[in-house]
């Protein structure tokens, strides 16, 4: 489970961040990754972290804005120089991970043991 929080109506050109507190399992023995699926459209990749922090990768659409920091227990996702594009639901996850992990792509949404239930961002004046 996910409890998630930092989603709501963002100003264009407006920052955020999003967070995902794990509860029920230990967050440091998985990898994370964002998603996001904006109306009509299927849900993408933002990007994934290791288990450690010590790797990442993002999607390229998301390089350069998307930020994914973690702490013990919970994930984050930072989007700077919000679009009205951004407005969509994202979802955190996480996924078994063995330490020591170098990202060279994401997993595919099957591969994720938890998913958040999505958080809500619209991107709008």
């Known amino acids: 489970q996910f409890v998630e929080s930092g989603g709501g109506l963002v100003h264009p050109g407006g920052s955020l961040r999003l967070s995902c507190a794990a509860s029920g399992f230990p967050l440091d023995y998985y990898g994370i990754a964002w998603f996001r699926q904006a109306p009509g459209q299927e849900r993408e990749g933002v990007g994934c972290m290791s288990r450690d922090g010590g790797s990442s990768h993002y999607a390229h659409s998301a390089k350069g804005r998307f930020t994914i920091f973690r702490d013990t227990n919970t994930a984050y996702l930072r989007v700077n120089s919000l679009t009205a594009e951004d407005t969509a639901v994202y979802y955190c996850?996480?996924?078994?991970?063995?330490?020591?992990?170098?990202?060279?792509?994401?997993?595919?949404?099957?591969?994720?043991?938890?998913w958040g239930k999505g958080i809500q961002v619209t991107v709008s004046l």
């Open positions: 996850a996480a996924w078994p991970s063995d330490p020591g992990m170098v990202l060279r792509s994401c997993p595919t949404s099957a591969g994720y043991t938890y």
